[in-house]
């Protein structure tokens, strides 16, 4: 079984108990904090990959962390759960679906848009809009910038991209150039 198989499988159960509590946003919010750490900490990763490390000292610095995340009681069983298995590595994939899924249960889509500058907050409110229109959803708007697109607007909904980069029609150009 692949680790994506195994995260949403996870997240899935996670999320029925977290409607279930009435604690849908408070545990995704504490999840993501958690994954998080988790990434940028190399560290807290040897902890529990390293076979030397005991039980008890991982059962440690999970209390601690979920602590420190504000992590509700049944977010803290699934990270022990995911300890007791060896299978913390799958934190991140699992908040990744988790956020997904919770999303689709509140009737939102994430849209990720990513520009060369930032833009005016009036453009992301007015993109929000047409996106909310499109979809027939609430849109929630991650913003990245990567300098790399030149100018123009990269946006991602789901498995849909709109690209208006420069760097795109620039390499459209490119091909329709080699073509002839």
Same mark, same amino acid.
């Given at each position: 079984?692949?680790?994506?198989?195994?995260?949403?499988?996870?997240?899935?159960?996670?999320?029925?108990?977290?409607?279930?509590?009435?604690?849908?946003?408070?545990?995704?919010?504490?999840?993501?904090?958690?994954?998080?750490?988790?990434?940028?900490?190399?560290?807290?990763?040897? @902890?529990?990959?390293?076979?030397?490390?005991?039980?008890?000292?991982?059962?440690?610095?999970?209390?601690?962390?979920?602590?420190?995340?504000?992590?509700?009681?049944?977010?803290?069983?699934?990270?022990?759960?995911?300890?007791?298995?060896?299978?913390?590595?799958?934190?991140?994939?699992?908040?990744?679906?988790?956020?997904?899924?919770?999303?689709?249960?509140?009737?939102?889509?994430?849209?990720?848009?990513?520009?060369?500058?930032?833009?005016?907050?009036?453009?992301?409110?007015?993109?929000?809009?047409?996106?909310?229109?499109?979809?027939?959803?609430?849109?929630?708007?991650?913003?990245?910038?990567?300098?790399? @697109?030149?100018?123009?607007? @990269?946006?991602?909904?789901?498995?849909?991209?709109?690209?208006?980069?420069?760097?795109?029609?620039?390499?459209?150009?490119?091909?329709?150039?080699?073509?002839?």
């Amino acid at each position: 079984m692949s680790n994506a198989t195994i995260s949403r499988r996870y997240a899935k159960a996670l999320l029925e108990l977290a409607v279930e509590a009435t604690q849908t946003p408070t545990v995704q919010k504490a999840l993501t904090d958690f994954a998080a750490a988790w990434s940028s900490n190399e560290g807290l990763r040897d @902890i529990f990959e390293n076979p030397s490390v005991t039980s008890e000292s991982r059962t440690k610095v999970l209390e601690q962390l979920a602590m420190r995340v504000a992590a509700p009681p049944l977010l803290k069983n699934t990270l022990k759960l995911l300890a007791d298995r060896n299978r913390m590595a799958l934190v991140p994939e699992l908040a990744a679906e988790f956020n997904l899924l919770a999303q689709a249960a509140t009737g939102q889509v994430e849209a990720e848009v990513t520009t060369a500058a930032p833009m005016p907050e009036q453009y992301y409110v007015e993109l929000q809009k047409v996106l909310e229109k499109v979809t027939g959803k609430k849109v929630v708007l991650v913003r990245k910038q990567d300098p790399a @697109i030149i100018a123009g607007v @990269i946006t991602r909904v789901g498995d849909k991209v709109f690209d208006g980069s420069v760097r795109n029609r620039l390499t459209e150009l490119k091909e329709q150039l080699l073509a002839h």
